[in-house]
């Protein structure tokens, strides 16, 4: 499958694939991250998430394929590339323990100077603010819990304001508050027009402000959900769901119709159609007893995905 979309902005991963030796970890796998969306990757240990992400960080080179962060190669062009680039990718985030989290903070910073991008000690307090962190800014690192070490990790991938920003199990070893934090750290991060890619297992979390779920298992993309798109699914409790969801098919503004007793479910351009789909349900004789958005589990929907492939 060729990725759809433009490579000069946001994450282009086109027909990617790594082998270790026999070893195929990675097949074929292509996707796009625009500005502003989140891609979530969800599989089970060893579908190859990690493998996925260090390929699309540049740490490690694909056998085949192609990266693009902000339209730039990001194995041929690493520099330019990771000048747009935050990332976390260890879990915990490795720093020096014997300084505070500020110095470290501020080690990133002069890193990222010698990139020509200029991070002020007031970007510094405002990270530690967002992340909650305040109270633990001067201690030496050593002292850090795990879930604190973890988003001092995503503060430094955020420090420099990047385009792209790419996070491997950012909520490792949170507690759910902390959970919580990430992820609207992550949803605030994306309204301002941050590309992001993460990996995780917290599926109910992130199908609250994802846009795509991307589904990995046995090194492949088995399967590519649009959150979005599934938030403009209405169900119609019917009499005849066959005939409602052939009836429904045909009308403008309906993109898909389906079965699933007793149940037809619709995928529409706006609930604005609902009135003339009952109308047209009426026309063709079938009694309609409620009408409603039909909610969407990721989680239900993931675990019959693994067991299709596992």
Known sequence: ?????????????????????????????????????????????????????????????????????????????????????????????????????????????????????????????????????????????????????????????????????????????LDPLGIGLIHRVLAELASEGCAVLLSTHHLREVASYASVVGILGAGRLIDQVDLKLRQRAYRFLVDQPAKAAAALQSLPGVRRAQTRSPYAVALLDSEQVIPGALRQLQSDGVAVFEVGPDVFDLYEYYRDRMEQVY
């Not at 990725?3 to 270790?20: C, H, N």
């Not at 693009?68 to 879990?91: C, F, I, P, Q, T």
Request: hydrophobic share 40%; aromatic share 6%; glycine share 12%.
């Open 1 to 173: 499958m060729t990725v759809e979309g433009t490579s000069e902005s946001g994450i282009w991963v086109d027909r990617l694939a790594k082998r270790f030796g026999r070893r195929t970890v990675l097949e074929q796998i292509s996707f796009t991250v625009q500005p502003g969306q989140v891609y979530a990757l969800a599989g089970p240990n060893g579908s190859g998430k990690t493998t996925l992400i260090h390929c699309v960080c540049g740490l490690t080179f694909p056998t085949r394929g192609q990266v693009r962060l902000g339209g730039e190669d990001v194995h041929a062009r690493s520099v330019a590339a990771h000048a747009k680039m935050g990332a976390l990718v260890e879990s915990p985030a490795a720093f020096y323990g014997h300084l505070s989290g500020r110095e470290n903070l501020r080690l990133h910073a002069r890193l990222a100077a010698r990139g020509g991008l200029k991070v002020s000690e007031d970007r510094i307090r405002e990270v530690f603010t967002l992340l909650e962190l305040v109270a633990v800014a001067d201690r030496p690192v050593s002292v850090y819990s795990l879930g604190q070490r973890q988003r001092l990790g995503v503060a430094a991938a955020i420090l420099g304001h990047p385009q792209v920003l790419i996070l491997d199990e950012p909520t490792s070893g």
